[in-house]
């Protein structure tokens, strides 16, 4: 297994446009969770799937933001309209229920950076 | 979901000891401590977790207090690659495990 893959790793866009950004979990993780990041800043929580279901958001995703992971496997995250304060680091983790220790530990990818102009 | 306070930065000579202490006052009977480190331009990346018992793995030890108020991750032996930022959050138990909250970690100066 090779990770959490997501992409793309890098995207310039000017404001106003939609972006799309993919993530790719370890194949036998059911948990999924998007997470923000500015510069010096710690991840922000986004939203969290378990299989298909998407099961809390955060009030930070605002309507211009939507979240999808349609077969249980791989996600999207859509950004509608971008804006400057979108920039930042975008996260993505995954974790599988059922795990020995319980712990439900998380693995990131290497996240996608977008800048908007 | 239960906050964590950690030190903004910390510095520590090559191949000495470091303790990273963190705060987890409000932290419920359910859940887990973990640690994560992020390198630069780079995800999160598992260091160890605790519930009760101090645990040791290749990576780290993690001292846990007897209340669970408090924990501290330890290198041994810190290396220049070491140089990142930790974290410390919580993770209620896996039925339970959604969101967790980072704060914004302690930043690890390894100086040679």
């Known amino acids: 297994d090779t990770g959490v893959s997501q992409n793309p790793r890098h995207k310039i866009t000017k404001r106003g446009q939609n972006v799309t950004f993919r993530c790719d979990p370890i194949s036998e993780h059911n948990r999924l969770y998007w997470y923000r990041q500015t510069l010096g800043q710690g991840p922000e929580f986004l939203t969290y799937f378990q299989n298909e279901a998407q099961l809390e958001k955060s009030r930070l995703l605002s309507d211009r933001f939507s979240a999808e992971r349609p077969k249980g496997s791989f996600s999207t995250l859509e950004i509608q309209r971008t804006e400057q304060g979108d920039s930042a680091m975008y996260l993505c983790?995954?974790?599988?229920?059922?795990?020995?220790?319980?712990?439900?530990?998380?693995?990131f990818g290497a996240g996608s950076r977008l800048t908007v102009l | 979901d239960a906050k964590t306070t950690q030190p903004n930065s910390m510095e520590s000579n090559e191949e000495e000891p470091v303790h990273l202490p963190c705060n987890h006052s409000?932290?419920?009977?359910?859940?887990?401590i973990h640690w994560y480190r992020q390198l630069p331009s780079q995800g999160p990346e598992y260091v160890i977790h605790?519930?009760?018992s101090n645990v040791n793995n290749r990576m780290a030890s993690l001292a846990i207090a007897e209340d669970r108020k408090s924990s501290t991750l330890i290198l041994h032996r810190a290396t220049l690659r070491d140089a990142a930022v930790y974290y410390c959050i919580l993770r209620d138990r896996e039925d339970n495990a959604g969101k967790s909250t980072f704060g914004d970690g302690t930043t690890l100066t390894v100086k040679p």
């Open positions: 605790g519930l009760t």
């Open positions: 983790a995954s974790s599988r229920q059922g795990s020995p220790s319980g712990a439900n530990v998380l693995t």
């Open positions: 409000t932290i419920s009977g359910t859940d887990y």
